[in-house]
Each structure stands twice: as C-alpha cells, then as structure tokens.
C-alpha cells in the first residue's frame, strides 16, 4: 500500500533506510532526524527493545548507532538534538526549517537590466558596477510570485529568514552563505507598537539607529562576498544627507 505522504507525520522506525524502496518512496518528504546519545540510548534501552532492532545481534549497539547515524545524516533534512531541545522548541525549528525548504525550492533566475535599456548584467556585476554603463541603474528584468500559500508559510519565520527565502529569487549566493548573509545583517530586532488603528515598524534599532541600516547591512555583506576572491581595493562613494553616511560608514568599516 502507498504510504499517506501528504498532509501526514510518519515514524517508519529505524531500519526503514535499509531499504532503497523505502528510501525513493521518502524522497520526497521532509525528513527530521532527532538526535540522541548512545548514552541516552543505552541507559533507555530494554532487552525486550533490543529484540526487535535489526541488526543489533550482528553488529552490536556501539557499530550499529554509528552506522545509523549515518545513514540518518546523509538523507536528513534537519538534525535535532532530542536532549538539548524541549518538545515546543523543537517544534518551531522544525517547522521554520519545513517552511524555508518548501519556500527554496524554485529559484527564478534573475538577470539585471538598465533603466536605458542598453546594459545587462548578472547579479556580482550588477551589485559591483553600481551604475550600468549606458549610465542607468540596474533593476532585475523579472519579479517573481509567491502565492498566498508561500506567503502563509512565511508568517512562521523571523524577519532574516523572510530576507532569506525572498532575496534569494534575486542574487547569485549559495543558500548557506545567504541566510548567514540575512542573520548576521538583521541582527537587532524589529519592533512593532500598536498606536490606536495602527501599528509602528521600529526600524531604527540597527547599529546607526537609521532605517538605512536594512539596506547597509546586507549591502556591505554581498559586496564583501562578491569581492571576496578579487585582488582589486574596493572604494564606497556616498552622497548622504545625514543618515546615510552613518549607515554605510557603520554597515563598511570591518
């Protein structure tokens, strides 16, 4: 019978990788492997337990857990320690971390174009260049969608992993690199205040106290990635009215 795939949680146990038809069938779904010691698993385990684990008697517990962690660890899609983290905060990693994949699954393959119509170029060029060379400014050639689904998933996740799921339709990053781009960027918070019939977006709690900060911050940081294996010195021109100095002379000075 076809296991329920959709809309379901499933526990197939711990020897179901064994089997490659097992593995395929599970492809396809989000994987969340929970972490426990062998310790832990020794001091839990009963002898009625160890009847029913395959290839115990073979290869005793101590091989046996290292080669399932392997096993586990290779096909995972995150990795959880049970001991470390209570049930409610493993819960939100966990869905934080469905959320993220199920939003990273398309990329749109973004080029940039002039304002003038006369240059194009790809995201490291765009963001190095500043102006293009017909004198115009870069903007992409395409904006991508998110369906009201997407942007449901998104009320799970905190402001850098939205910075995340979204800049990434836009740049040329591996996926790590970016969401330690967003993270260490957005690392002060936003809050937001009720007043009456509205609410306040506090965006002035980043390093300036300037609302340049959300663009400087993450500016500095691609910048700095996409220079990072060139031998040229970089030099920042600002025209600023005030806020924008602080911002940029704070987002560039490590």
Not at 75 to 87: F, G, P, Q, R, V
Not at 124 to 141: C, R, S, T, W
Not at 166 to 190: E, P, T, W
């Amino acid at each position: 019978a076809k296991l329920p795939l959709h809309n379901s949680v499933l526990a197939p146990g711990g020897s179901v990788l064994y089997s490659e038809k097992a593995k395929k069938c599970l492809q396809p779904c989000f994987k969340v492997y929970l972490n426990a010691s062998l310790e832990t698993i020794k001091s839990r385990i009963t002898e009625i337990d160890k009847r029913g684990i395959v290839r115990l008697r073979k290869m005793g517990l101590d091989n046996l857990y290292a080669e399932r962690k392997g096993i586990y660890q290779s096909y995972m899609n995150i990795e959880l320690d049970s001991e470390k983290n209570s049930a409610d905060e493993a819960a939100v990693k966990i869905v934080k971390a469905y959320c993220i994949r199920q939003l990273s699954k398309n990329k749109s393959g973004i080029n940039y174009i002039s304002t003038n119509q006369k240059s194009m170029a790809g995201f490291n060029d765009a963001l190095m260049l500043g102006l293009a060379p017909d004198k115009g400014l870069f903007v992409p050639d395409k904006f991508p969608l998110f369906s009201e689904d997407e942007i449901a998933l998104m009320e799970h996740l905190d402001y850098p992993e939205i910075a995340f799921v979204i800049l990434r339709q836009f740049v040329n990053i591996d996926d790590d690199k970016l969401m330690d781009i967003c993270r260490q960027a957005y690392s002060f918070g936003i809050p937001m205040e009720d007043c009456n019939d509205f609410t306040i977006a506090r965006l002035d709690q980043g390093p300036s106290a300037s609302f340049k900060d959300f663009a400087m911050q993450l500016l500095s940081r691609m910048m700095f990635h996409a220079s990072s294996h060139a031998s040229k010195q970089t030099i920042i021109l600002t025209a600023t009215s005030g806020d924008t100095g602080g911002a940029v002379a704070s987002a560039f000075r490590n």
